[in-house]
T-cell receptor, first 114, second 117 residues
Framework: GENVEQHPSTLSVQEGDSAVIKCTYS??????FPWYKQELGKRPQLIID?????GEKKDQRIAVTLNKTAKHFSLHITETQPEDSAVYFC?????????????FGSGTRLSIRP | DTGVSQDPRHKITKRGQNVTFRCDPI?????LYWYRQTLGQGPEFLTY????????KSRLLSDRFSAERPKGSFSTLEIQRTEQGDSAMYLC???????????????FGPGTRLLVL
């Protein structure tokens, strides 16, 4: 089955700098890649997603890139702010099942230093 | 609040007891998921409903776990004879459309945190 690896597990950046989180997936048939942000004690919330027919997607300070050949995808946050501090999860959705379940990475704890 | 809701938010039980959690999805969403999240990990898929039909179950879902969605609206997850290893956050998510429809975003509830003593 699908396996998603995520790096780094923790990331600390200075406010205003950029943060990059990288993920790899194992199943080349996966076609949907969402990113979720989870603040302490709260529910995961979708921040951006990308489908396999697109190489890059941007939404204000957040961008995601997808390299299907290498089975890599990355989250880029520019001009980081204190409210960006949270755990970020990448995920992949293999198409084989009716569930279209999403397989999550293990998360990256992002801290923004003032 | 029109988001996914879950009840209770917290549950403490003794080993061997049964517990039941409830999830109310977003009203127009016919697809519902249960996930389990342990500390420091991402959510892990447990089971999936489309309307009232349970179409997929993970191997993580032992025979002590049962889930229902009798009328295709709310869902319940029951754990019988709880074990300490069942301690986790149980998350419910719902979705409106099929894969590739542009409506495949899964919206999560706040979760039920279970502690088995």
């Amino acid at each position: 089955g699908e396996n998603v690896e995520q790096h780094p597990s923790t990331l600390s950046v200075q406010e205003g700098d950029s943060a990059v989180i990288k993920c790899t997936y194992s199943d080349s048939a996966s076609n949907y890649f969402p990113w979720y942000k989870q603040e302490l004690g709260k529910r995961p919330q979708l921040i951006i997603d990308i489908r396999s027919n697109v190489g890059e997607k941007k939404d204000q300070r957040i961008a995601v890139t997808l390299n299907k050949t290498a089975k890599h995808f990355s989250l880029h946050i520019t001009e980081t702010q204190p409210e960006d501090s949270a755990v970020y999860f990448c995920a992949a959705s293999p198409p084989y099942s009716s569930a279209s379940k999403i397989i999550f990475g293990s998360g990256t704890r992002l801290s923004i230093r003032p | 609040d029109t988001g996914v809701s879950q009840d209770p938010r917290h549950k403490i039980t003794k080993r061997g007891q049964n517990v039941t959690f409830r999830c109310d999805p977003i009203s127009e969403h016919n697809r519902l998921y249960w996930y389990r999240q342990t500390l420091g990990q991402g959510p892990e898929f447990l089971t999936y409903f489309q309307n009232e039909a349970q179409l997929e179950k993970s191997r993580l879902l032992s025979d002590r776990f049962s889930a229902e969605r009798p009328k295709g609206s709310f869902s319940t997850l029951e754990i019988q004879r709880t074990e300490q290893g069942d301690s986790a956050m149980y998350l419910c998510a719902s979705r409106k459309g099929p894969s590739g429809s542009g409506q495949e975003t899964q919206y999560f509830g706040p979760g039920t945190r279970l502690l088995v003593l």
